[in-house]
C-alpha cells in the first residue's frame, strides 16, 4: 500500500462510479475493498491535506488503499473526471498514518460490488 485514495460525494451511487473510474479510466490498483468513512471525517481529511477551507460537505465517503505511487495516483486522477472530489493522501500527509491504523476497523463501502470482482483487489 503506497497511498490512500479518499473519495467524497454527494450520494453513494457517484461514489460507487467514482471507485470504479479509478479502476477503469485511471488504471489504479486497489490493495483491497473500499472502506466506508464518515462523511465529516473525510471533510476533515479534505482540510488537512489541502490546508484550505471547507466550500460543502459530502453525503457520503469510501477510503481504498492504492498499490500506485501517490504520485503516480495524482497523475492519473488529472487525466479522469470522476462524479466525486478525489483526495490523494500519501505518507507525506499527517492522516496518513491515522488513516492506516484505523482502515481495518472501518466497514466496507460496498460489500457485495467490490468484494467479488478480482479487478477492484
Known sequence: MNSLAVIRANDSSKLSTALRDLVKYGHMSYSSVPKRLEPGFADSILVNVMKSPLKIGCTAAAVVPLMDSASAAIS??????????????????????????????????????????????
Open 76 to 121: 492519473r486522477l488529472r487525466k479522469i473526471h470522476p462524479p466525486a472530489h478525489v483526495i490523494i493522501v500519501s505518507p507525506m500527509h499527517e492522516i496518513y498514518h491515522e488513516l492506516i491504523g484505523c482502515i481495518e476497523m472501518l466497514p466496507e463501502a460496498f460489500p457485495h460490488k467490490f468484494a467479488k470482482s478480482k479487478s477492484y483487489l
